[in-house]
């Protein structure tokens, strides 16, 4: 299985880079293939420009695309998974992530509508979330957040635009200066690369 990355912090050397070390550990030990995008190294554009807008109000799937745009699709059309790997910034995922979204999952590729059904052109059967976060996940959970994470992840940005299987886990208890969690976050998010 192949697998595409996307990798949403500005810095390597965190405990988000550590994620994506052990998780890719994890895939090659199960004979997985894989390819990152960094978002940051990339320096993606997370904004739409209007010209992206207006591509997408007017629904026009014959619009030209950007090419950095183009090249997310090509990469998506080399997988036959997603992971996203990211920190748990203000309940959501950074800034860039989301405008991966808003710029990625664009009209005629993520969704499009035909004799009134919506439909997608994403053919992908699986895809995990690895999620770091300060608060524990008790916390998210009591608080609603987590359940608010998965809905808004899972349930809108990725099954519903047609990814088969999607799992989150929530690597919480991360709190700066507090290592407690950190092996057990750590072989979590090797085994999900084993598991996938």
Same mark, same amino acid.
């Given at each position: 299985?192949?697998?595409?990355?996307?990798?949403?912090?500005?810095?390597?050397?965190?405990?988000?880079?550590?994620? #994506? +070390?052990?998780? @890719?550990?994890? #895939?090659?030990?199960?004979?997985? @293939?894989?390819?990152?995008?960094?978002?940051?190294?990339?320096?993606?554009?997370?904004?739409?420009? $209007?010209?992206?807008?207006?591509?997408?109000?007017? $629904? /026009?799937?014959?619009?030209?695309?950007? !090419?950095?745009?183009?090249?997310?699709?090509?990469?998506?059309?080399?997988?036959?998974?997603?992971?996203?790997?990211?920190?748990?910034?203000?309940? /959501?995922?950074?800034?860039?992530?989301?405008?991966?979204?808003?710029?990625?999952?664009?009209?005629?590729?993520?969704?499009?509508?035909? /004799?009134?059904?919506?439909?997608?052109?994403? /053919?992908?059967?699986?895809?995990?979330?690895?999620?770091?976060?300060?608060? @524990? +996940?008790?916390? #998210?959970?009591?608080?609603?957040?987590?359940?608010?994470?998965?809905?808004?992840?899972?349930?809108?940005?990725?099954? !519903?635009?047609?990814?088969?299987?999607?799992?989150?886990?929530?690597?919480? !208890?991360?709190?700066? !200066?507090?290592?407690?969690?950190? +092996?057990?976050?750590?072989?979590?998010?090797?085994?999900?690369?084993?598991?996938?």
């Amino acid at each position: 299985m192949h697998v595409y990355i996307l990798f949403a912090h500005p810095s390597r050397k965190s405990f988000s880079g550590e994620v #994506l +070390e052990a998780f @890719t550990e994890g #895939l090659s030990e199960a004979g997985h @293939t894989y390819e990152v995008g960094d978002l940051y190294s990339m320096n993606f554009r997370p904004e739409l420009s $209007q010209e992206e807008y207006l591509r997408e109000i007017s $629904q /026009d799937a014959g619009s030209p695309l950007p !090419g950095d745009v183009m090249a997310e699709h090509e990469k998506i059309g080399r997988a036959d998974a997603l992971a996203f790997i990211y920190p748990l910034w203000w309940s /959501d995922c950074p800034a860039k992530l989301k405008g991966w979204f808003d710029r990625v999952w664009t009209y005629g590729y993520a969704y499009f509508y035909e /004799d009134g059904e919506r439909g997608t052109r994403i /053919d992908i059967e699986k895809a995990v979330v690895l999620c770091s976060a300060g608060h @524990t +996940e008790e916390h #998210l959970e009591g608080t609603g957040i987590a359940e608010s994470m998965r809905s808004v992840m899972l349930g809108d940005r990725l099954l !519903g635009v047609g990814v088969k299987n999607v799992t989150m886990e929530i690597l919480g !208890g991360m709190v700066p !200066g507090d290592d407690s969690c950190r +092996e057990i976050n750590l072989m979590r998010a090797r085994r999900a690369g084993r598991n996938l």
